[in-house]
């Protein structure tokens, strides 16, 4: 089956049911707008088997853009919108991509690619003949370890990204038929992509697409669209857990409905159900008041933002996945009682395995699936590192398992930083634009925390006569190539060498608990 199959299926059992809430259009509706959108492509010169760059919000064209390039037999490059032209060019030039489909604001003048205005107004009846794609033909490639250098692509096929949707059916106690999955999270990025597209091409849901993540914006979808399913990272998450409680404490009665929230199971016993309920659709009326689940991914939730939203009757969803595996191999499940930071158990026709264990349980977790991809393009170095005989791949992910057979994130073997927002920095990518700096002799970039923040950090070894000044004008300007969330601030400099292993690879953890104990007081932050 490819994605295509998947979406004629759902014309055939849901063809009147609405798809895209805002725009107003069912399932049956987008042949005719994938079709427009194909024949303007093909005009443009897309024919199978080429690469087309998508670069845009959530938009209904991006939808039809993925379809109408999948009908041609072409594949998607999947492009963030934080990117810099820079890493656009680089991207494209290491995918043979010619064209990329993207909103006009993300235009500039190059010569590896042609842009393709992603809002065109295609001709209405205007139709192409259909490429037959087949499930192992490529659907998307993404990029996952940094996109300036030699970065790893995962190429994920119709099979992949089919299986993960199948696999979705673990959570149907969650996910329903006919629902509203509201969409905000970017389309580009394999959580938004799994949760946001597949999910509900397979349930049979509809999508309320959010192209902004303007708060306000947000909160006025709510209380008009009232969504079921609301995914995002846990950062978020948090924040609207601190406005509704900050919210409460300035109207002075933050203990009492704290109180009936702690309690409400005795409330309800002695008769007081109906004043529990007043309390807990006051506060889920923020979310519209229809919010049934919450799906958290992308970074570890705290047990009292999950606790939070579970007392308010919302059940809260925590994933695990990667772009490797088309976002979530693992969710969490209902138990009486979660252990702390627990991120589930693999989803149907997935299966995990923790390697290695140490003494107190915690291993390396490797996993397999149809949902896992086949290995990265052009990259066989890659693929014999992480990849056994019997198919299963490394996630270089460190984890343990608890009596509820879920399994909880210990840390990573791979040096990726994961910030707040969920997104990832990868430190080889940094620290090869750093070397090139003059005076510099050395550079780590880990994971720290600043003033409660999640940051990455750099510590330069450099050679004397570099001043502070001099190395922050320097490290300002390579920020410049890189996308804003990638950017280094905070970074401390050292005349001494960079402790490094026998191979002369920086040892990371060294440096940083070095930083930690004040070994390098000459700091910028």
């Known amino acids: 089956m490819t994605m295509y199959d998947l979406l004629e299926q759902n014309i055939k059992k849901n063809g009147n049911m609405l798809f895209l809430v805002r725009e107003n259009i069912t399932f049956g509706d987008l042949p005719k707008y994938i079709k427009a959108r194909a024949a303007s492509l093909a005009n443009a010169g897309v024919k199978a088997g080429d690469t087309v760059g998508v670069l845009s919000h959530n938009l209904p064209q991006f939808i039809y853009s993925l379809f109408a390039i999948w009908y041609l037999g072409g594949r998607v490059l999947l492009l963030d919108t934080n990117l810099t032209p820079e ?289 990265y393009l052009n990259n066989e170095e890659a693929n014999k590192e992480c990849f056994d005989k019997n198919g299963f791949f490394c996630t270089g992910d460190l984890v343990s398992i608890d009596k509820n057979g879920e399994y909880h994130f210990a840390g990573r073997k791979k040096q990726v930083i994961v910030l707040d927002s969920g997104k990832n920095v990868y430190p080889d990518e940094l620290e090869g634009l750093f070397i090139e700096i003059p005076g510099v002799k050395n550079v780590a970039v880990f994971e720290h925390e600043v003033k409660g923040k999640t940051v990455a950090y750099g510590v330069f070894s450099v050679e004397d006569g570099m001043t502070m000044e001099k190395l922050a004008a320097a490290v300002a300007e390579k920020n410049k190539k890189v996308a804003s969330y990638k950017w280094v601030t905070h970074f401390a400099m050292t005349t001494e060498d960079l402790p490094v292993t026998s191979t002369q690879k920086i040892k990371h953890h060294v440096v940083r608990q070095w930083l930690i104990d004040g070994k390098y007081p000459d700091r910028h932050e």
């Open 87 to 375: 890493e656009y060019d680089n991207m494209t030039k290491l995918t043979d991509c010619k064209m990329v489909v993207a909103e006009k604001s993300f235009f500039y003048k190059t010569k590896n690619f042609e842009f393709f205005d992603i809002e065109t107004k295609d001709k209405e009846g205007a139709e192409v003949k259909q490429h037959k794609l087949k499930d192992d033909d490529i659907a998307t490639l993404s990029f996952t370890s940094g996109s300036t250098g030699t970065p790893k692509i995962v190429p994920l096929t119709h099979k992949n990204l089919v299986s993960c949707s199948e696999g979705l059916e673990t959570l149907s106690m969650f996910l329903r038929h006919g629902e509203t999955m509201y969409a905000f999270l970017p389309l580009y990025h394999v959580f938004g992509f799994a949760v946001g597209f597949l999910a509900p091409m397979h349930f049979g849901m509809s999508i309320l697409l959010q192209p902004t993540i303007n708060p306000n914006a947000i909160l006025q979808d709510f209380a008009t669209y009232k969504p079921q399913i609301i995914p995002a990272v846990p950062k978020l998450f948090e924040i609207f857990r601190k406005k509704i409680i900050d919210g409460i404490k300035a109207k002075k009665k933050w203990g009492l409905v704290s109180f009936i929230m702690n309690h409400q199971k005795t409330l309800r016993v002695i008769g007081l159900g109906k004043l529990v309920d007043k309390v807990l659709d006051q506060i889920r009326s923020v979310f519209g008041g229809k919010v049934r689940c919450m799906v958290a991914g992308g970074a570890a939730t705290k047990p009292e933002v999950e606790n939070f939203y579970n007392k308010l009757g919302i059940a809260f969803v925590q994933g695990y996945g990667m772009t490797e595996t088309v976002g979530p191999i693992c969710c969490s499940k209902p138990v009486k009682k979660r252990v702390p930071f627990a991120f589930g158990a693999p989803l149907g026709g997935s299966c995990c395995e923790i390697r290695n264990t140490d003494e107190n349980g915690i291993g390396m977790l490797w996993v397999r699936g149809d949902q896992v991809f086949g290995g």
